[in-house]
T-cell receptor
Framework: NAGVTQTPKFQVLKTGQSMTLQCAQD?????MSWYRQDPGMGLRLIHY???????DQGEVPNGYNVSRSTTEDFPLRLLSAAPSQTSVYFC?????????????FGPGTRLTVL | AQSVTQPDIHITVSEGASLELRCNYS??????LFWYVQSPGQGLQLLLK??????LVQGIKGFEAEFKRSQSSFNLRKPSVHWSDAAEYFC????????????FGSGTRLLVRP
């Protein structure tokens, strides 16, 4: 299993540009999520999905869209990038919806918005 | 509201010395607690987790953590640090809402002196 994969690893955008961060997992996990990591703040939840066709907002959803058309893929879209979205983005999936289930993280995408 | 505090931003230890990373949580009931490690440029890897039962939890790479309800703490320990342990360590608590998210502390960066 490849686990959780993310592309690209690095990206530089100009303010106002749009882009999609890709996330895929091959573990047949129903739950997937996106976090952003900022210095001194740990990771914060952006959006999550409990299954194909179902998504919901996390703590910091503004400026981001998601969709979940398949179990495997959970892309994150930035509609109009802003410098405040400069961050490291992590995709994660978990084995189930019990609080005890383990969450697996991808390697991250480092995004810079100029 | 649930929260996690890691009071130490940086910790430096000599190789072979013992290590303790502090974590305090805020939660009324028995929390689900996790420690993750992030090596430079990598994603997060689960070290160990606590849900119930024995308050001393063993993890991977020789790490252990002790849950102390009276102190609202879940400190991570290792008896002898190796240079490869240099990384950032995150304590997290599982949110008890429908988001199934992890609430992270701000992290502690471990530096290892030769």
């Amino acid at each position: 299993n490849a686990g959780v994969t993310q592309t690209p690893k690095f990206q530089v955008l100009k303010t106002g540009q749009s882009m999609t961060l890709q996330c895929a997992q091959d573990m047949n996990h129903e739950y997937m999520s996106w976090y952003r990591q900022d210095p001194g703040m740990g990771l914060r939840l952006i959006h999550y999905s409990v299954g194909a066709g179902i998504t919901d907002q996390g703590e910091v959803p503004n400026g981001y869209n998601v969709s979940r058309s398949t179990t495997e893929d959970f892309p994150l879209r930035l509609l109009s990038a802003a410098p405040s979205q400069t961050s490291v983005y992590f995709c994660a999936s978990r084995t189930g919806l019990a609080a005890t289930d383990t969450q697996y993280f991808g390697p991250g995408t480092r995004l810079t918005v100029l | 509201a649930q929260s996690v505090t890691q009071p130490d931003i940086h910790i430096t230890v000599s190789e072979g010395a013992s290590l303790e990373l502090r974590c305090n949580y805020s939660y009324g009931a028995t929390p689900y607690l996790f420690w993750y490690v992030q090596s430079p440029g990598q994603g997060l890897q689960l070290l160990l987790k606590y849900f119930s039962g024995d308050t001393l939890v063993q993890g991977i790479k020789g790490f252990e953590a002790e849950f102390k309800r009276s102190q609202s703490s879940f400190n991570l320990r290792k008896p002898s640090v190796h240079w490869s342990d240099a990384a950032e360590y995150f304590c997290a608590v599982g949110a008890m809402d429908s988001s199934y998210k992890l609430i992270f502390g701000s992290g502690t960066r471990l530096l290892v002196r030769p």
